[in-house]
Nanobody
């Protein structure tokens, strides 16, 4: 069974940065497509960023382009989300997600495409 454990969330002031990590265990990480999603209070879950298992394709929600960067280190079974120029509207619980090893994906922004989810970490951006 694949487990995803996120870390790196917390409080930050507007304009600041955070780097979140998500470490996978129990699967072949290097062949997993990875994604980050978030959910703010009272809102639906939304796509943040994704990275193909080969690492050569990245995808971002429009509002995150230029501010957030997704990357992976297969030697550490870890995917990262570097978040810069944070805004109060970035406040949310952030979730890491992964597909089964080697599985293709049609829409990286669709939560239904992912098979495994982390427990989520809170990011709170104060103005």
């Amino acid at each position: 069974q694949v487990q995803l454990v996120e870390s790196g969330g917390g409080p930050v002031q507007a304009g600041g940065s955070l780097r979140q990590s998500c470490t996978a265990s129990g699967g072949t990480f290097s062949r997993m497509n990875m994604g980050w999603f978030r959910q703010a209070p009272g809102k639906e879950r939304e796509f943040v960023a994704a990275l193909s298992w080969g690492g050569n394709r990245t995808y971002y929600a429009d509002s995150m382009k230029g501010r957030f960067t997704i990357s992976r280190d297969n030697t550490k079974n870890t995917v990262y989300l570097q978040m810069n120029s944070l805004k109060p509207e970035d406040t949310a619980v952030y979730y890491c997600a992964a597909t089964r090893s080697g599985r293709g994906i049609d829409d990286y922004s669709a939560g239904d495409e992912y098979d495994y989810w982390g427990q989520g970490t809170q990011v709170t951006v104060s103005s």
